[in-house]
T-cell receptor, first 113, second 111 residues
């Protein structure tokens, strides 16, 4: 069965610093998609970044980038130049061909001024 | 373009009551999903649909029913509400590049 694990329930980062959130997953599929979602206190789920498993190049969206290690089944999110507005719950998610998404339990990120 | 909309935003039910959570999307997406999020937890899939007239169970379908008569709408029905169904419910639709777009959520309390 596919699983997604986020081993850090909570992380803190100083404003303007860099932080990395970890995610590992388990699958026997070779073709799949990985996502990071942000959930601020408003509860709205916002897509931060996506990665297709067939792409070797790591995805980047402005200050957000991933380190995708397919063999290790690892998909970490790096946030550079952290801002107060980055404070939120971050969820890692996996999707394969069944159209079902599997979410991790989330990491709460605190940004310290 | 409103994206994914959900109604109501909040609801309190008594044990044994029934209700329907409404979800609509205007992006012409084929895939739609219902999740529940319990406090401090991630999202668990209740039901999903890959197109009008086609639905399937997710991880936690017991106590819920869905229908998909149109591409736009995907209502979730709770029959005989129980305290264990107290949660935040999210509807989502599937986009072109496999990402999901989420609605704002419905906070449901069963007392």
């Amino acid at each position: 069965a596919q699983t997604v694990t986020q081993s850090q329930p909570e992380m803190s980062v100083q404003e303007a610093e860099t932080v990395t959130l970890s995610c590992t997953y388990d699958t026997s599929e070779s073709d799949y998609y990985l996502f990071w979602y942000k959930q601020p206190p408003s509860r709205q789920m916002i897509l931060v970044i996506r990665q297709e498993a067939y792409k070797q190049q790591n995805a980047t969206e402005n200050r957000f980038s991933v380190n995708f290690q397919k063999a290790a089944k690892s998909f970490s999110l790096k946030i550079s130049d952290s801002q107060l507005g980055d404070a939120a719950m971050y969820f890692c998610a996996y999707r394969a061909g069944t159209y079902k998404y599997i979410f991790g339990t989330g990491t709460r990120l605190k940004v310290l001024a | 373009n409103a994206g994914v909309t959900q109604t109501p935003k909040f609801r309190i039910l008594k044990i044994g009551q029934s209700m329907t959570l409404q979800c609509a999307q205007d992006m012409n997406h084929n895939y739609m999903y219902w999740y529940r999020q319990d406090p401090g937890m991630g999202l668990k899939l209740i039901y999903y649909s890959v197109g009008a007239g086609i639905t399937d169970k997710g991880e936690v379908p017991n106590g819920y029913n869905v229908s998909r008569s149109t591409t736009e709408d995907f209502p979730l029905r709770l029959e005989l509400a129980a305290p264990s169904q107290t949660s935040v419910y999210f509807c989502a639709s599937g986009g072109t590049y496999n990402e999901q777009f989420f609605g704002p959520g419905t906070r449901l309390t069963v007392l």
